[in-house]
Every structure is written in structure tokens, then in C-alpha cells.
């Protein structure tokens, strides 16, 4: 064995030589497709089951959700579902005991189903060190700058 011989077989056993692939790991996916009947279930259903490293496919018709799990990759399960010809995105809601609290509910909230508020940026908050600015009620309730503050005077 030549002195590259020996390098390769060295760096081999030290485990460099080795390719690597990507391991993807076990996630959920979770998008809002629009469905309307059975038909359009079973065909969302069935195109996704088709994915690779899909592990199951569970379907909530009545909230037009879709959960998927699986070794799969969320841009590519959302192509998968487009390809249906439904209108699907990446489901917009986050359960609303994950929201920073107080929480002031947006006007788009009223589609969100029970218990989700819609995802916004930075709604969740994974730094315990940025707290939304609490403020006391008992102080807002009654002051001139809240417009739905009692007006007995």
C-alpha cells in the first residue's frame, strides 16, 4: 500500500471518507386544503399518502385541515397538495394557548377555528425573555385612551 493508500484507508476508518446523507427527520405538517366533499378528501388523501416518508395522513374536513407525518419536507407536501388542483397553504393558526399573552384578537381571527388564533410572526415566543408588555386592566379600564372604557362619570 502507497502513503495515498494508507491516507485513504486511515480516513476511512476514521469515518471522513464516508458520504453522509441528509437524514430527514420524523415531523408534522399541517396545511389548510380546501375540501368539500368526499371525492375532493379521498383525492387530497390519496395524493399525499403517494409522498415518500409519509407516514400517515389524517384529515379534519369540518376545519379544512390536513395533518401530515412523516420523514417529509413541508414545501414538498404542500407542492404535492397544490397538485390536487385544491387551494392549499401551510395551515395559518397556532393554538391560542401558545400565544404570548395578553392577546388582543385581530378581526382575520374570526375564521380560525376553536381555540387557534391566526399565526403571525413572532407570535409565539420562544425567548421567555421577551414577554409582551404586560399592562394592568384595572389601570386601562377606566382611562381616557381606551376606547371601550367605561363611561360612567
Same mark, same amino acid.
Given at each position: =500500500? ?5 491516507? !485513504?484507508?486511515? +480516513?476511512? @476508518?476514521?469515518? +471522513? $471518507? ?16 380546501? =375540501?368539500?366533499?368526499? $371525492?375532493?378528501? @379521498? ?7 403517494? @409522498?415518500?416518508?409519509?407516514? +400517515?395522513? !389524517?384529515? #379534519? ?5 390536513? &395533518?401530515? &407525518?412523516? /420523514? ?11 397538485? &390536487?388542483?385544491?387551494?392549499? !397553504? %401551510? ?12 392577546? +388582543?384578537?385581530?378581526? /382575520? *381571527? ?10 403571525? !410572526? ?7 425573555? &421577551?414577554?409582551?408588555? /404586560?399592562?394592568?386592566? /384595572?389601570?386601562? =379600564?377606566?382611562?381616557? *385612551? #381606551?376606547?371601550?372604557?367605561?363611561? %360612567? =362619570?
Amino acid at each position: =500500500m502507497g502513503v495515498g493508500g494508507t491516507l !485513504e484507508y486511515l +480516513s476511512d @476508518l476514521m469515518g +471522513s $471518507g464516508h458520504k453522509h446523507k441528509k437524514r430527514k427527520t420524523l415531523q408534522t405538517v399541517e396545511l389548510k386544503v380546501r =375540501m368539500d366533499c368526499d $371525492g375532493c378528501e @379521498l383525492k387530497v388523501k390519496k395524493a399525499l399518502s403517494s @409522498l415518500n416518508g409519509v407516514k +400517515s395522513v !389524517e384529515i #379534519n374536513r369540518k376545519q379544512q385541515k390536513v &395533518t401530515v &407525518t412523516g /420523514y417529509v419536507e413541508a414545501n414538498k407536501v404542500l407542492k404535492k397538495a397544490k397538485s &390536487t388542483g385544491k387551494k392549499a !397553504e %401551510i395551515w395559518p393558526y397556532v393554538p391560542y394557548s401558545l400565544v404570548a399573552q395578553p392577546y +388582543s384578537a385581530q378581526a /382575520y *381571527d374570526k375564521k380560525a377555528p376553536p381555540g387557534y388564533v391566526r399565526k403571525v !410572526e413572532n407570535t409565539v415566543s420562544t425567548n421567555t425573555a &421577551t414577554v409582551a408588555r /404586560y399592562e394592568d386592566p /384595572y389601570i386601562t =379600564m377606566f382611562s381616557d *385612551d #381606551n376606547p371601550n372604557a367605561c363611561s %360612567i =362619570m
